[in-house]
T-cell receptor, first 113, second 115 residues
């Protein structure tokens, strides 16, 4: 079945540091890939997505590129801020389902001033 | 526009008791989903409604869980009787359209603790 494996946290960085959170997947067909973020006390929010190979999703300074050859969708940001502190979830929708999201375990990011 | 709301935000119950979680989707969203995150594990799909009909309940763990969406508006998820392993965060999401292909908007979750 479909699965998502993401870097286990927690991750602690200083402000302006470079961020990478690794995500790899196993899926049938050609999945769409997503990063969701959950800020403290809030629901999950879609951060970015990519629907086909080599697509790059980007939002709020975050980027991730859909790499079919390595089945990966790593999240990166060049300079993190304290306000980026949150839990980040990698997820996919496989070709067999256009509604069911399969998530990774989540990575807690803490950014210190 | 109000987002997805869930009630309660936190519930603590004893093993064997009953708990009912409520989700109010974004107005006009026909699709409603329930997911669950057990501590330290992935967020897992439980089920999907289109309006009042269950489209897919393949993720429901067992028959102690009952989800309803009468009238196609809000939904409830009842756990009866609750077991220790039911502890976790229950998320609700909703999306527009008829096929579920659109972005899912999530609520803040209900944290359920079974002691």
């Amino acid at each position: 079945g479909d699965s998502v494996t993401q870097m286990e946290g927690p991750v602690t960085l200083s402000e302006e540091a470079f961020l990478t959170i690794n995500c790899t997947y196993t899926a049938t067909g050609y999945p769409s890939l997503f990063w969701y973020v959950q800020y403290p006390g809030e629901g999950l929010q879609l951060l970015l997505k990519a629907t086909k190979a080599d697509d790059k999703g980007s939002n709020k300074g975050f980027e991730a590129t859909y790499r079919k050859e390595t089945t990966s969708f790593h999240l990166e940001k060049g300079s993190v801020q304290v306000s980026d502190s949150a839990v980040y979830f990698c997820a996919l929708k496989s070709g067999g389902s256009n509604y069911k999201l399969t998530f990774g375990k989540g990575t807690l990011l803490t950014v210190n001033p | 526009e109000a987002g997805v709301t869930q009630f309660p935000s936190h519930s603590v119950i004893e093993k064997g008791q009953t708990v009912t979680l409520r989700c109010d989707p974004i107005s006009g969203h026909d699709n409603l989903y329930w997911y669950r995150r057990v501590m330290g594990k992935e967020i897992k799909f439980l089920l999907h409604f289109v309006k009042e009909s269950k489209q897919d309940e393949s993720g429901m763990p067992n028959n102690r869980f009952l989800a309803e969406r009468t009238g196609g508006t809000y939904s409830t998820l009842k756990v009866q009787p609750a077991e220790l392993e039911d502890s976790g965060v229950y998320f609700c999401a909703s999306s527009q359209g008829q096929t579920g292909a659109y972005e899912q908007y999530f609520g803040p979750g209900t944290r359920l603790t079974v002691t």
